[in-house]
């Protein structure tokens, strides 16, 4: 292999796969966790650059020669690797906005700690969800389908052949709505018995008023809440497990989208 096709077919073909694959590894789960090192998630998009450039080599890639032309060029990219991982994370987030939501219903929302896969203050019952979600993720093989979506995208949206425009966008916008979905269907178990609890203590506060209800309420609702949340989290695996597994028809989905452009 002689310099001028490394120069002239690897390099270009490297840089574009690389920023594509970057905004994979940042802003994707699991990947894109900030415990993780620079140097790690650098080496980790640039290995997989590497891998891909066979695939697309024979496409004769060239890169504009004109400063502003490249950097939107390799932006582009960017974007396309950037807007997969956050399709996988809308998921993550409708598990924490579920964790939330039980938190605050169970009485331990005010207590925070720092979470090491996104260094964000949450709650306990976030953090436990989360951690579930990324065991479930793996074990499910959600790190595969995102990695198999990377590489389908190199012939669905091929560097330098995706135009821009809002479908993409309104796509993401429904995936936020899914997420919400998500959110109500993890946090439905607990919550309504939450919601008999609440009911309980307003019949005993009405039957009862010399009994304090505000101050029994802390004990029963934190320890009925870890209860019903501990006899849930089987069912709350398979709902995580099942969204995850929706992971590779959504991405399809996504990437039929880019083709006809973003």
Known sequence: MTIEVVLTRWAPTFLLLLAR?????????????????????AGLAGTLALLLTPLVLGQGLRLPVDGPGLAGTILGELAIGAILGLAVQFTFAGIGIAGELLAVQMGVGLPEALDPHTMVRVTSVNHLLDQIAV????????HHTVLAA????L???????????????????????AALTLAIRIAAPVGAVMLVIIVALGLLNRVAPQVNVFMVSF??????GLLALLFALPVLGAVMAGSFQELPSLLAGLLTRMRHGL
């Open 21 to 41: 694959c970057g905004g994979v590894v940042v802003f994707g789960p699991v990947l894109g966790s900030r415990t993780l090192p620079r140097a790690v998630k």
């Open 135 to 142: 065991l479930t993720f793996l074990a499910v093989g959600g």
């Open 150 to 153: 990377l590489a389908q995208s």
């Open 155 to 177: 012939t669905l949206a091929p560097p330098l052949s995706v135009a821009y425009g809002g479908g993409v966008m309104l796509f993401l916008a429904g995936l936020f709505g």
């Open 219 to 224: 004990v029963l609702t934190i320890g009925v």
